[in-house]
């Protein structure tokens, strides 16, 4: 079983950048689907980004389509959210998820792995 651990999330400024890491454990990370969420104060968890099993496939929110990017690098059992002309709105506690061969979708009944969240504050 895969067990995932966040980091990278801090306190920056609107139009800042910020590269958020996800490592996770076990032998066979290539075989599983990664996505982000993310949840605001008061607001539900909502779907940020996604990478099918192997990474074919990516699969990105409509409100970070050209900000946020998904990669993955299996030599280190890490995912990445690189984050780009970050605004206030941003702000939310930022969450892993894995599934085994999955394909990367945007809901978050499709992950039934996940990790604690990384928090990403991002002021006026």
């Known amino acids: 079983q895969v067990q995932l651990v966040e980091s990278g999330g801090g306190l920056v400024q609107a139009g800042d950048s910020l590269r958020l890491s996800c490592a996770a454990s076990?032998?066979?990370?290539?075989?599983?689907?990664m996505g982000w969420f993310r949840q605001a104060p008061g607001k539900e968890r909502e779907f940020v980004a996604a990478?099918?099993?192997?990474?074919?496939?990516?699969n990105y929110a409509d409100f970070v389509k050209g900000r946020f990017t998904i990669s993955r690098d299996t030599a280190k059992n890490t995912v990445y959210l690189q984050m780009n002309s970050l605004k206030p709105e941003d702000t939310a506690v930022y969450y892993c998820?894995?599934?085994?061969w999955g394909t990367g979708g945007s809901s978050s009944h499709q992950y039934d792995i996940w990790g604690q969240g990384t928090q990403v504050t991002v002021s006026s």
């Open positions: 998820a894995a599934r085994l």
């Open positions: 990478m099918s099993w192997a990474g074919h496939r990516t």
């Open positions: 076990g032998r066979t990370f290539s075989n599983y689907a």
